[in-house]
């Protein structure tokens, strides 16, 4: 049972109401994370339009989706693991890359060293080394890239620490643990 409790959209009004039927319109329901940030108004409306932002940046959805699965793993949040599972199926992820992209790896060596780099970030709380740097760089990531990558990262960090706290309530299938934590 979470600890702060999903606002029903039925039940919502003014701010809250419009927010959430724009959700509901968006992608066809209301997920519960967002029906608990919706307690203040003003951060779901943030979440939204950082995402949204970022929707439109240089990262691609599948591979937003794995870095999200690549943070979430680190972070051990089974609401984000469960939602970006499910959202990563629907943008083309194999259940193969979802179970890879959660182990920071990839079968496109490019993918696998940012995908390392994006557990890494989690792990050493954003102490990185100039040579972790080094490493995207020679595989083609620009500054612009960087810039963009710290920000998804960021995103699921929050989303990972609001689940933790809130206790959502997972309304995405569950995910298996996996056989070994990398």
Not at 45 to 50: E, I, N, R, T, V
Not at 75 to 103: Q, T, W
Not at 104 to 113: A, D, L, M, Q, R
Not at 150 to 174: C, G, K, Q, R, W
Request: proline share 4%; charged share 25%.
């Amino acid at each position: 049972m979470s600890r702060i409790p999903a606002i029903d959209p039925d039940r919502a009004t003014g701010q809250t109401q419009e927010l959430l039927h724009r959700v509901e319109s968006h992608i066809g329901f209301v997920p519960n994370i967002m029906r608990t940030m919706v307690h203040s108004p003003t951060i779901l409306q943030g979440y939204l339009a950082f995402s949204d932002a970022l929707s439109k940046g240089n990262l691609s959805p599948k591979f937003r989706e794995q870095v999200a699965l690549a943070v979430s793993e680190v972070n051990d949040c089974e609401y984000c693991l469960a939602s970006h599972s499910a959202i990563g199926r629907s943008v083309g992820l194999s259940e193969e890359a979802i179970e890879d992209s959660r182990k920071g790896h990839s079968t496109n060596p490019k993918e696998g060293i940012v995908l390392a780099f994006a557990r890494n970030v989690v792990e050493t709380r954003g102490w990185v080394s100039d040579q972790d740097v080094a490493k995207l760089r020679k595989v083609g990531f620009s500054q612009a890239d960087i810039v963009e990558l710290m920000a998804n990262i960021s995103l699921t960090l929050f989303a990972n620490y609001f689940n933790h706290v809130a206790e959502t309530d997972i309304d995405f299938p569950e995910v298996s643990e996996l056989e070994t934590r990398a």
